[in-house]
């Protein structure tokens, strides 16, 4: 499975982006689609899951400013981030775990929130 991350980028605090995620290259499953952080220095982090069955799970850092969604028709998978604030600087990474537990990731794409 590849994956194929774009949409970040330099951001006011305050503003928002919409991170998306190309997946292709696999016949297997996808149970399981979710972005990830890094920040320098810092151990890369969970942001939100999304499952087959569109269930959802957030970090508390990102809870109600942040909304994971996938289009299971084209195989994306998008993060949607708003209230943006300097804490969410990060290198994200989309994520994919396929029905075998095998895991995929992105080549991640830079977050910067700054003024």
């Known amino acids: 499975v590849q994956l194929q991350a774009s949409g970040g980028g330099l951001v006011q605090p305050g503003g928002s982006l919409r991170l998306s995620c190309a997946t292709s290259?696999?016949?297997?499953?996808?149970?399981?689609l979710g972005w990830y952080r890094q920040a320098p220095g810092k151990q890369r982090d969970m942001v939100a899951t999304?499952?087959?069955?569109?269930?959802?799970a957030y970090a508390e850092s990102v809870k109600g400013r942040f909304t994971i969604s996938r289009d299971g028709a084209n195989n994306m998978v998008y993060l949607q981030m708003t209230s943006l604030n300097p804490e969410d600087t990060a290198v994200y990474y989309c994520?994919?775990?396929?029905?075998?537990?095998?895991?995929?990731w992105g080549q991640g794409t830079q977050v910067t929130v700054s003024s």
């Open positions: 994520r994919a775990v396929a029905i075998t537990g095998a895991t995929f």
């Open positions: 290259g696999s016949r297997l499953t996808i149970t399981n």
């Open positions: 999304i499952s087959g069955g569109s269930r959802t």
